[in-house]
């Protein structure tokens, strides 16, 4: 007769917080968002250490590996820069046709999508919002209320990221606060 071994897990979350073995940490300050938001004039006047989001990340198989998936939180905190809601960077996936999930934990925001026509539409997040993102569409996040905003993600471990034709080219669209209120402004 075999045995079998019951493990408890290694890697939890809990509300926004992932922690666990193997649980990668990158933060983006004011000073890595160069060329993201219109207003240089405004981000040069924040204190580049500034924190705009932070994530933390699961990568439980080497990156290109086929089949695998990996999993993370963002945490992307409330300001803007000029009139622009603090943002995540945006990218499409390398690999053009993969997939991704978002899912609101805690806060307020909006997720923006670009095709490749340079289409641009967003959906508001909120705690319990459920995201799928389609292949081929660049995607970003805006924190538009006045808390943390908290998001989980799901993405196959051989998408890969493209940030480069967002920092070369920009989204076709910005999401500004206009009389208190974000609006899409097409650009």
Same mark, same amino acid.
């Given at each position: 007769?075999?045995?079998?071994?019951?493990?408890?897990?290694?890697?939890?979350?809990?509300?926004?917080?992932?922690?666990?073995?193997?649980?990668?940490?990158?933060?983006?300050?004011?000073?890595?968002?160069?060329?993201?938001?219109?207003?240089?004039?405004?981000?040069?006047? +924040? /204190? #580049?250490?500034?924190?705009? %989001?932070?994530?933390?990340?699961?990568?439980?198989?080497?990156?290109? *590996?086929?089949? &695998? $998936?990996?999993?993370?939180?963002?945490?992307?905190?409330?300001?803007?820069?000029?009139?622009?809601?603090?943002?995540?960077?945006?990218?499409?996936?390398?690999?053009?046709?993969?997939?991704?999930?978002?899912?609101?934990?805690?806060?307020?925001?909006?997720?923006?999508?670009?095709?490749?026509?340079?289409?641009?539409?967003?959906?508001? +997040? /909120? #705690?319990?919002?459920?995201? %799928?993102?389609?292949?081929?569409?660049?995607?970003?996040?805006?924190? *538009?209320?006045? &808390? $943390?905003?908290?998001?989980?993600?799901?993405?196959?471990?051989?998408?890969?990221?493209?940030?480069?034709?967002?920092?070369?080219?920009?989204?076709?669209?910005?999401?500004?606060?206009?009389?208190?209120?974000?609006?899409?402004?097409?650009?």
């Amino acid at each position: 007769m075999s045995s079998l071994t019951i493990n408890q897990p290694a890697l939890f979350f809990t509300g926004n917080h992932l922690i666990g073995e193997g649980v990668e940490s990158a933060t983006r300050r004011a000073k890595d968002l160069k060329g993201i938001f219109r207003d240089t004039a405004a981000l040069d006047a +924040m /204190s #580049p250490d500034a924190i705009v %989001y932070e994530v933390k990340s699961f990568l439980p198989v080497p990156e290109g *590996t086929p089949g &695998g $998936l990996y999993f993370g939180i963002t945490s992307l905190y409330p300001g803007k820069v000029g009139d622009e809601y603090f943002m995540t960077k945006g990218h499409f996936h390398a690999a053009r046709d993969r997939a991704e999930f978002y899912w609101g934990l805690t806060g307020e925001g909006m997720l923006l999508f670009m095709d490749g026509q340079r289409n641009v539409r967003a959906e508001k +997040m /909120s #705690p319990g919002s459920l995201h %799928y993102i389609p292949g081929g569409v660049a995607h970003r996040v805006a924190n *538009t209320g006045d &808390g $943390l905003l908290s998001f989980a993600a799901c993405w196959p471990s051989d998408a890969g990221h493209n940030y480069g034709e967002i920092a070369e080219n920009g989204f076709a669209g910005r999401l500004i606060c206009i009389k208190g209120f974000p609006e899409l402004v097409l650009i």
